[in-house]
């Protein structure tokens, strides 16, 4: 692993100008593929929030004597082993998908937006101490950085989040140091540290708001990774606890009896599976509609 490139991003620099919400919508209507992408995430966090409204069973308690059943009027997408509705967990299932993973996107890229800032705008020692600090963490695998974690810790949401920013954040902070460095040499930043202003009101009155779009984009790019990574942690038995709905368990719970009932395992892979292909498109979509470059690193 090499240490941290010191070019500037490719991304143009510009003086702030229309607010965020402004630019991403401006981004967002001219470029269909992340309004197809976006869509498609809107259907999810929908599902998930009407869940009670769109099944009426329970997703964690089963009845034994309607174990493995196929697809009926009664159960759409049958049952597992233990008798629970597979439709109502995978409804439910969403919503352990759509909360951990959209909490642990924001603390990872929160505070690699924040360290990358600060490394382009103090540079100096500050710059190559964290330099190095990265290389060596970036030097780690990253599915070997998450389990030592979990084991460490144990299980649970918060545990997760934790796990999930040790291995991302390096990454989210290279990313962003790259477009904060086009944006540090600018006038209106030399004009501010002039008038004596702390590095933390120049990050957020001067810099921030002129990574916007890298900043949107990584994160739509990391929540579809860090989707991936949630479910692949509880289907390795390291993520959600049973019987708690979560789309990698139940993938693991009933990947022995696809023979039978392969809907226990398709419906759940089907609906982690549109989720990251929506997430992709609306990240997609916005880096070209902003001419953002997008630097992709192994998830």
């Not at 490719?10 to 197809?36: D, E, Q």
């Not at 599902?47 to 009926?72: F, H, K, M, N």
């Not at 600090?133 to 299980?155: E, H, M, R, Y």
């Not at 949107?216 to 509880?234: G, K, Q, T, Y």
Request: aromatic share 6%.
């Amino acid at each position: 692993m090499t240490a941290l490139d010191t070019t500037p991003a490719t991304t143009a620099a510009t003086p702030a100008g229309p607010h965020a919400v402004t630019r991403a919508w401006r981004a967002l209507r001219s470029s269909r593929t992340a309004l197809v992408g976006l869509a498609v995430v809107a259907v999810h966090i929908l599902v998930a929030l009407l869940a009670p409204l769109l099944t009426s069973y329970d997703p964690i308690a089963g009845d034994a004597s309607q174990a493995l059943l196929g697809p009926s009027p009664q159960h759409w997408a049958g049952t597992d082993q233990y008798g629970r509705d597979v439709l109502a967990r995978v409804l439910y299932g969403g919503r352990y998908a759509l909360g951990v993973s959209v909490a642990a996107t924001l603390v990872t890229v929160a505070l690699g937006t924040v360290v990358g800032c600060a490394a382009a705008l103090r540079g100096g020692w500050f710059d190559d101490l964290l330099g190095r600090v990265l290389d060596a963490i970036l030097s780690v695998p990253s599915i070997l950085a998450l389990l030592v974690v979990v084991t460490a810790l144990g299980t649970g949401p918060a545990v997760i989040v934790l796990a999930i920013a040790v291995v991302y954040v390096p990454q989210v902070v290279r990313v962003v140091r790259g477009a904060a460095l086009a944006v540090v040499p600018m006038d209106y930043v030399t004009a501010a540290r002039a008038r004596g202003e702390s590095t933390w009101a120049i990050l957020r009155r001067e810099v921030l708001p002129n990574i916007t779009d890298v900043v949107c984009v990584e994160f739509a790019m990391r929540a579809s990774w860090v989707v991936l990574l949630i479910s692949s942690l509880s289907f390795l038995g390291f993520g959600a606890d049973p019987p708690t709905p979560d789309w990698g368990l139940m993938v693991a719970e009933n990947r022995t009896a696809i023979t039978v009932v392969p809907m226990a395992s398709l419906a759940p892979i089907i609906a982690l599976a549109t989720l990251v292909v929506g997430l992709n498109l609306a990240a997609d979509g916005l880096a070209k509609a902003w001419g953002v470059d997008r630097i992709r690193e192994g998830s």
